[in-house]
Antibody, heavy 123, light 107 residues
Framework: QVHLVESGGGVVQPGGSLRLSCAAS????????FHWVRQAPGKGLDWVAL????????FYGDSVKGRFTISRDNSKNTLFLQMDSLTSEDTAVYYC????????????????WGQGTLVTVSS | DIQMTQSPPSLSASVGDRVTITCRAS??????LAWYQQRPGKVPTVLIY???TLQSGVPSRFSGSGSGTDFTLTISSLQPEDVATYYC?????????FGQGTKVEIK
């Protein structure tokens, strides 16, 4: 069965950095693209970034472009999100989510989500 | 970028009622639309993809329709376990934008 486990969240000061990880199991990791989606406390879902199955294509939401970097290590079945220049607006639960169709990151919905990891940006 | 607008932001209905949520895209997205359910304190799960295809394991009281710019999620007979916030999402291309959500409560 598909299992996604995020880690790396915590409290960080404004301007600081944090690296999130998402460990995957139960399927062929290298065949699927992955998204990061976040949710600020009491707010809706906010799409953050997508990486294709082979890591060659990366897309970012406007609010994180230039500050966040999505990457993956297919040898370790792990997805990453490097977050730099953090502000209070980045405070949220961050979810990793798998795309539904192999080798087809665009035009694929999100079929499995991790439990999320909380990032709090505060002085 | 294409904007996704959901309505209403919230609704309250009785058990057994038919509930309809709409999602409008600012430009056509074919049928590349999914609906997600997020129960309180839980992780989102997909209900419908391709605008109208029910994800495996989802109760048949949920249905979706639409294409292009206008989409609808219908719950044919509202149940207590359907209390949740529902989100639409476009997935035709970047950015993979979500609607603002519709909170469904029991009257």
């Amino acid at each position: 069965q598909v299992h996604l486990v995020e880690s790396g969240g915590g409290v960080v000061q404004p301007g600081g950095s944090l690296r999130l990880s998402c460990a995957a199991s139960g399927f062929t990791f290298s065949s699927y693209g992955f998204h990061w989606v976040r949710q600020a406390p009491g707010k809706g879902l906010d799409w953050v970034a997508l990486v294709s199955n082979d890591g060659s294509q990366k897309f970012y939401g406007d609010s994180v472009k230039g500050r966040f970097t999505i990457s993956r290590d297919n040898s370790k079945n792990t997805l990453f999100l490097q977050m730099d220049s953090l502000t209070s607006e980045d405070t949220a639960v961050y979810y990793c989510a798998k795309v539904s169709w192999p080798s087809k990151s665009a035009r694929s919905f999100l079929d499995y989500w991790g439990q999320g990891t909380l990032v709090t940006v505060s002085s | 970028d294409i904007q996704m607008t959901q309505s209403p932001p919230s609704l309250s209905a009785s058990v057994g009622d038919r509930v309809t949520i709409t999602c409008r895209a600012s430009q056509g997205i074919s049928n590349d639309l999914a609906w997600y359910q997020q129960r309180p304190g839980k992780v989102p799960t997909v209900l419908i993809y391709g605008a109208s295809t029910l994800q495996s394991g989802v109760p048949s009281r949920f249905s979706g329709s639409g294409s292009g710019t206008d989409f609808t999620l219908t719950i044919s007979s509202l149940q207590p376990e359907d209390v949740a916030t529902y989100y639409c999402q476009k997935y035709d291309s970047a950015p993979w934008t979500f609607g603002q959500g519709t909170k469904v409560e029991i009257k």
